[in-house]
């Protein structure tokens, strides 16, 4: 796991880097969706207490990143979907 980020496992506890640290107390907040999910992971700058995210909206995050590369790029459709043959 890359340093410096930290996952919340709900009722679980903490992870950053090699370091893990039982806590029932946690709860895993998605800060995006407002939601407490199983799992966050934070998308702060390391060190900083800050915003954590869950799988659900990083994954929206990522296709969104993946989405605006392509339609940005000119003459290009999208990867995904088209017809072959």
């Known amino acids: 796991m890359a340093i410096g980020i930290e996952v919340r496992v709900n009722g679980r506890g903490v992870v950053t ?14 800060a995006l969706c407002g939601k407490e999910c199983d799992i966050v ?10 915003v954590h995210a869950c ?5 929206e995050r990522l296709d969104a990143l993946s ?13 995904w979907g088209r017809v072959s043959g």
């Open 41 to 50: 992971a934070s998308v702060s700058p390391p060190g900083s207490e800050g």
């Open 17 to 30: 880097g090699e370091e893990a640290r039982e806590d029932p107390s946690v709860l895993a907040l998605c």
């Open 67 to 79: 989405v605006g590369r392509w339609r940005l790029r000119e003459g290009q459709s999208l990867p």
């Open 55 to 59: 799988p659900s909206c990083l994954r």
